[in-house]
């Protein structure tokens, strides 16, 4: 048997992890002293971005773009590594480095945002008015009635004008973190932390280990969640525990955690049809039941995040790749017509092959995804955090350069100190470089399809 083609065939493949490849004879296993070199090596560097962290300030960015390559380019190597001998990567080292990483950042605070102060005070919003939703930060700046220290919350709040644009079940993450300890980010990071690795348990029942590594110690997603606390990754998890109960034929259960991945963020929704393909209408019935029921409540008392979402949608660009190089020959509202129409219709194709596929495979959540963000107004990092676990079931070069090359992002003119730019400017050099390092990753991911032939791309076209 041809084990590069066995390998291929694993890693092309949502069950991975339970296919059991040979060790090739008169090679040693890795030890286990090489992985948790790598990982010494890795904590180190978030060790150092914590410090960093924890100074007034922030942090200066190309040493954090240095970081990001100190943690980044040995996962990699690591993960080809354990490729190339086709071996099993020991999971509890996988969890145990993937804890020390996220302590780094629990320890560390967020740093370049600020969107953390709004999700503190959303919850005690929520606590104290029975609604996140209505009333935007501003009208509260000189409310005798709203505590010191939700006071100082209010200062740190961007664009205070609108309400908030976080959704029903994101906000219930922030009304728990409310209820243990008011006004603490630490907290909010602790309990995004558990669901993060909650999602990296669940990635491993769908991929072998070596591919849930390039998640579980993937700098983005450390410095996303466990350094600055951004929710998407809850929404995340909630999608592919529903991937999971969808595979296992458990419909109900599915369906509910589909409802809540959707009550988190609307990007679940672009996945739906395809996590409740084979589901009886009663399931989709389930499903819309939850989603209605996570908004009904504030919906009833005249309030969501819709409105500003709206705001969002129309006005703002940051870091955009498709739609910043059509919007210098079209008006905006031109623009955001052509790029919908053109993800419309790639959506739409996608679903007509998953359906007409003989064998029922994880959905490509990397191509969807990859595809929304591509004709996106906004990129920000953390919208990756829906991408990246489908790219550790099926890894692809342009995923994962991605992951790195969207830091660049964070080089603005706030963080740069360049204060003749906008706060959220970007200096010419920065998407050359974060698209075309996407590009050329997109380009090796054709070559190597092409050289792995017709038969291991009939096998994975449709998945």
Same mark, same amino acid.
């Given at each position: ?29 890795t ?65 145990? /480095? ?9 320890a ?5 945002e ?6 503190? /005070? ?74 993060? +690795? ?18 579980? /110690?993937?700098?983005? %997603? ?39 991945a ?28 939850t ?55 790639f ?7 998953y ?17 929304? +963000?591509? %004709? ?14 489908f ?6 070069? /342009? ?32 998407? %050359?470089?974060e ?9 090796c ?19």
């Amino acid at each position: 048997m041809d084990l590069r083609r066995v390998l291929r065939a694993a890693d092309s493949t949502p069950l991975g992890d339970k296919l059991v490849l040979p060790h090739r004879e008169g090679r040693r296993a890795t030890p286990t002293w090489y992985v948790d070199a790598v990982g010494s090596w890795c904590v180190l560097g978030y060790g150092a971005l914590a410090l960093l962290a924890r100074q007034p300030g922030e942090p200066p960015l190309p040493l954090f773009f240095l970081l990001v390559a100190w943690t980044g380019l040995p996962v990699f190597g690591l993960y080809l590594h354990f490729r190339r001998r086709e071996e099993r990567f020991p999971i509890g080292r996988l969890l145990l /480095w993937a804890v020390a990483f996220r302590i780094c950042g629990l320890a560390g605070g967020p740093f370049y945002e600020d969107d953390f102060y709004r999700y503190l /005070w959303d919850g005690y919003r929520f606590a104290t008015a029975g609604t996140p939703y209505g009333a935007a930060p501003e009208a509260f700046f000189i409310d005798p009635s709203v505590p010191p220290a939700m006071q100082s919350l209010l200062s740190g709040i961007n664009y205070p004008e609108l309400p908030t644009i976080y959704a029903p079940v994101t906000q219930a993450i922030f009304l728990l973190g409310y209820w243990v300890h008011p006004g603490s980010v630490a907290v909010l990071q602790a309990i995004l932390i558990l669901l993060d +690795l909650a999602l990296v348990v669940l990635l491993l029942r769908l991929a072998p280990a070596r591919n849930v590594l390039l998640y579980a /110690w993937c700098p983005l %997603v450390i410095k996303e969640i466990a350094f600055t606390a951004h929710p998407d990754g809850a929404g995340a998890c909630l999608l592919l525990a529903a991937v999971v109960l969808s595979r296992e034929r458990r419909w109900q259960v599915a369906a509910v955690a589909l409802g809540l991945a959707a009550g988190a963020k609307a990007f679940a929704l672009v996945l739906a049809p395809l996590v409740l393909a084979g589901a009886r209408p009663r399931h989709w019935m389930m499903f819309g039941a939850t989603l209605a029921a996570v908004y009904a409540p504030f919906a009833l008392s005249g309030g969501s995040e819709l409105a500003s979402l709206q705001v969002f949608a129309r006005e703002w660009e940051f870091n955009s790749w498709l739609f910043g190089l059509l919007e210098t020959a079209l008006l905006p509202f031109e623009t955001r017509l052509a790029l919908g129409l053109a993800f419309a219709a790639f959506w739409g194709w996608y679903q007509v092959e998953y359906f007409r596929s003989p064998v029922r495979t994880i959905p490509r959540g990397d191509w969807i995804f990859g595809g929304l +963000l591509a %004709v996106s107004p906004v990129i920000n990092p953390w919208y990756l955090l829906w991408l990246l676990p489908f790219a550790a079931i099926y890894p692809t070069i /342009w995923a994962w350069t991605a992951s790195l090359a969207v830091l660049l992002s964070y080089a603005t003119g706030l963080n740069l100190q360049d204060y003749a730019m906008h706060p959220f400017g970007q200096p010419w050099w920065v998407r %050359v470089l974060e698209f075309g390092a996407i590009l050329c990753g997109f380009a090796c991911d054709l070559v190597r399809r092409r050289w792995a032939g017709p038969g291991n791309r009939a096998g994975t076209a449709h998945r």
